[in-house]
Antibody
Framework: EVQLVESGGGLVQPGGSLRLSCAASGFSFSYYWMTWVRQAPGKGLEWVAN????????YYLDSVKGRFTISRDNAVNSLYLQMSSLRAEDTAMYYC?????????????WGQGTLVTVSS | DIQMTQSPSSLSASVGDRVTITCRASQNINTYLNWYQQKPGKAPGLLIYAASSLQSGVPSRFSGSGSGTDFTLTISSLQPEDFATYFC?????????FGQGTKLEIK
């Protein structure tokens, strides 16, 4: 059974840092692109960043470029999101998702999310 | 960036109704369009990918159509468990973008 389990969220002050983790199991993690998606309270979904199978290609939402870093460790089947210079507008539930491709890219499995709150 | 516009933003319907949600892309995206369902407090789940392909395990009352810039998600006969929020999504190139969502409520 495919499982994605996020952790690392919490309350952080503006300007602070946080590292999110996503532990993957039930599939060959190193074969898949992975992505982070966030959802501010009561709002829609927003793609944040994604990374290819070996970590050599990474893409970011413009508003997080230079502040967030996506990475992965295929040896331990884990995805990460290092967040720094956090702002109030980064407050959201953060989901990791697996990207699949069949006639186009889509997210076929999602974690349950981890909540990040940026507030003083 | 390619923008995705969903309509309506909310919809009231009854069990058994046929419901259609539309999504329009600001540029041609061929059939690189997906649909997700999200229930309160839960992660989204994939319903339809590549505009019209039904994800494994999703009931056949859900269907998708369209290509280019205009797409639809249809639920042929609403069931109580279908009341949720639906999002369209394109991911052929970054930034991946979602529609703003359609909240489907019980009439």
């Amino acid at each position: 059974e495919v499982q994605l389990v996020e952790s690392g969220g919490g309350l952080v002050q503006p300007g602070g840092s946080l590292r999110l983790s996503c532990a993957a199991s039930g599939f060959s993690f190193s074969y898949y692109w992975m992505t982070w998606v966030r959802q501010a309270p009561g709002k829609g979904l927003e793609w944040v960043a994604n990374i290819n199978q070996d970590g050599s290609a990474k893409y970011y939402l413009d508003s997080v470029k230079g502040r967030f870093t996506i990475s992965r460790d295929n040896a331990v089947n884990s995805l990460y999101l290092q967040m720094s210079s956090l702002r109030a507008e980064d407050t959201a539930m953060y989901y990791c998702a697996r990207e699949a491709n069949s006639g186009g890219w889509y997210y076929d499995y999602w974690g349950q999310g981890t909540l990040v709150t940026v507030s003083s | 960036d390619i923008q995705m516009t969903q309509s309506p933003s909310s919809l009231s319907a009854s069990v058994g109704d046929r419901v259609t949600i539309t999504c329009r892309a600001s540029q041609n995206i061929n059939t690189y369009l997906n649909w997700y369902q999200q229930k309160p407090g839960k992660a989204p789940g994939l319903l339809i990918y590549a505009a019209s392909s039904l994800q494994s395990g999703v009931p056949s009352r859900f269907s998708g159509s369209g290509s280019g810039t205009d797409f639809t998600l249809t639920i042929s006969s609403l069931q109580p468990e279908d009341f949720a929020t639906y999002f369209c999504h394109r991911s052929h190139s970054t930034p991946h973008t979602f529609g703003q969502g359609t909240k489907l409520e019980i009439k």
